[in-house]
T-cell receptor, first 111, second 115 residues
């Protein structure tokens, strides 16, 4: 059974700082890794997908994948209060790309 | 465009009612998913349709009945629900990638309350 672990938080960072969100997983065969952002009462919104070791940058967001150490992280630069949300790490793969979600990390950006 | 639409946005039903949730995408995605999400929990997979065939049923009670009339539409029929079934019901879809499916995109969800 795949497992995905995240610190539930809350992770509190001041506005303008770098927020670092981490996720570890148990299944070495995992192929696809995703970060979703979810505001309270809303649906998950895809932030990043990453498939290969290394860094992937998109605007203020950088996803980092290290398959040898079985972790994936999300860095948010210049954090804004509007970034305050729950961030879900998810692993996928296989014919249907069934997602295994972590429990999510609540990020609070303080103005 | 990565839009998945869901109707209705909100639904209140009694335990003896029959209702349906609807999900639609016009992106050519070939997998569609139903999830249930309770407060402060991650989404929990219920069903997966791949190329319009049911490929995963996560031991969901029979009072939930999925239907995939075509590649763009996914329905979830509800009957004799219990108050503990109150939750946010999410639909997602994903495009094919190689021999499998790629990133899932979620719709806005239907907030269901069972009285």
């Amino acid at each position: 059974q795949k497992e995905v672990e995240q610190n539930s938080g809350p992770l509190s960072v001041p506005e303008g700082a770098i927020a670092s969100l981490n996720c570890t997983y148990s299944d070495r065969g995992s192929q696809s890794f995703f970060w979703y952002r979810q505001y309270s009462g809303k649906s998950p919104e895809l932030i990043m997908s990453i498939y290969s070791n290394g860094d992937k940058e998109d605007g203020r967001f950088t996803a980092q994948l290290n398959k040898a150490s079985q972790y994936v992280s999300l860095l948010i630069r210049d954090s804004q209060p509007s970034d305050s949300a729950t961030y879900l790490c998810a692993l996928g793969g296989g014919a249907t790309n069934k997602l295994i979600f972590g429990t999510g990390t609540l990020l609070a950006v303080q103005p | 465009d990565t839009e998945v639409t869901q109707t209705p946005k909100h639904l209140v039903m009694g335990m003896t009612n029959k209702k349906s949730l609807k999900c639609e995408q016009h992106m050519g995605h070939r997998a569609m998913y139903w999830y249930k999400q309770k407060a402060k929990k991650p989404p929990e997979l219920m069903f997966v349709y791949s190329y319009e065939k049911l490929s995963i049923n996560e031991s969901v009670p029979s009072r939930f009945s999925p239907e995939c009339p075509n590649s763009s539409l996914l329905n979830l029929h509800l009957h004799a629900l219990q108050p503990e079934d109150s939750a946010l019901y999410l639909c997602a879809s994903s495009p094919p990638r190689g021999g499998s499916m790629d990133t899932q995109y979620f719709g806005p969800g239907t907030r269901l309350t069972v009285l």
